[in-house]
C-alpha cells in the first residue's frame, strides 16, 4: 500500500463552537505535536480543606 500526504494551505473563515467538555481539542490542519496541560478552575471558597475524622465501625 502506498500512502501519499500532500499539505496545501488552508483558510477557515469562522468556527462556532457551542460546548466545550473537559477534555477538548480543537485542531484545524495538522501539527508536528500536542501538548497536554490542565487548568483548576475551582473557586477557593468551594474547597473543603479539614482534618479528617476516622468512622468508627
Known amino acids: 500500500m502506498i500512502f501519499n500526504v500532500v499539505n496545501k494551505g488552508i483558510c477557515v473563515g469562522d ?3 457551542s460546548a466545550v467538555t473537559s477534555s477538548s ?3 484545524v490542519g495538522d501539527t508536528k505535536s ?3 496541560s ?3 478552575d475551582t ?3 468551594s474547597l ?3 482534618p479528617t475524622v476516622p468512622v468508627s465501625a
Request: hydrophobic letters at 65%; glycine letters at 0%; charged letters at 10%.
Open 25 to 27: 481539542v480543537l485542531l
Open 48 to 50: 473543603i480543606i479539614a
Open 34 to 36: 500536542i501538548q497536554m
Open 38 to 40: 490542565s487548568a483548576f
Open 15 to 17: 468556527i462556532k463552537i
Open 43 to 45: 473557586p477557593p471558597e
